[in-house]
């Protein structure tokens, strides 16, 4: 079975612009949630979508958003980049969503803003 | 005080070593426990995964979850270079899908 599929693996990218980060999930896997990860904060959970829905959000600005497409794949977005968003983006799947399900990580995009 | 402690290290011992990880947490309505393994540049990789007091072993490595103490361990037997990562603890509560996660611990085994 194939991994959880994040693209692209590292981005640059400058102030002001937007970004979208994409994640295809484990076959079969219906949760996806998306994490922020810097050294300073480590790993703080951004939101979680199930069936196309956004289920939960973590504490973070609306220039941050995401979405679910009927295949499960996610895509998020970032709006008027920030230095501070420069991060390593995680993509996380579980199963069926339900609580205490293990996660499974991708290996996450690299997002640079200079 | 964050609901999930974790000492980020590093922690750096020489290959052989029993090494000993740690989170202690602060919300009693948690009830599930996993630690992560994270190699640089990489995603955090699920190592163990228990839901309840007492040890659980998989190959060198034992979980460890003591509720009344609010503390969980990872301990790693005959620790390897390539067990060089960052180790995350997660735990979650029956009420929440999104597990809290610790800040990491850097682990060094040096040759």
């Known amino acids: 079975k194939a991994g959880v599929t994040q693209t692209p693996r590292y981005l640059i990218k400058t102030r002001g612009q937007q970004v979208t980060l994409s994640c295809s999930p484990i076959?079969?896997?219906?949760?996806v949630s998306w994490y922020q990860q810097t050294p300073g904060q480590g790993l703080q959970f951004l939101f979680e979508?199930?069936?196309?829905?956004?289920?939960n959000k973590g504490n973070f600005p609306g220039r941050f958003s995401g979405r679910q497409f009927s295949n499960s794949r996610s895509e998020m977005n970032v709006s008027t980049l920030e230095l501070g968003d420069s991060a390593l983006y995680l993509c996380a799947t579980s199963a069926s969503g339900q609580l205490n399900e293990k996660l499974f990580f991708g290996s996450g995009t690299q997002l640079s803003v200079l | 005080q964050k609901e999930v402690e974790q000492d980020p290290g590093p922690l750096s011992v020489p290959e052989g070593a029993i090494v000993s990880l740690n989170c202690t947490y602060s919300n009693s309505a948690f009830q599930y426990f996993m630690w992560y393994r994270q190699y640089s540049r990489k995603g955090p990789e699920l190592l163990m995964y228990t839901y309840s007091s007492g040890n659980k072993e998989d190959g060198r490595f034992t979980a460890q979850v003591d509720k009344s103490s609010k503390y969980i361990s990872l301990f790693i037997r005959d620790s390897q270079p390539s067990d060089s990562a960052t180790y995350l603890c997660a735990i979650g509560s029956g009420g929440s899908y999104i597990p809290t996660f610790g800040r990491g611990t850097s682990l060094i085994v040096h040759p």
């Open positions: 979508y199930f069936s196309e829905t956004q289920r």
């Open positions: 076959s079969g896997h219906r949760s």
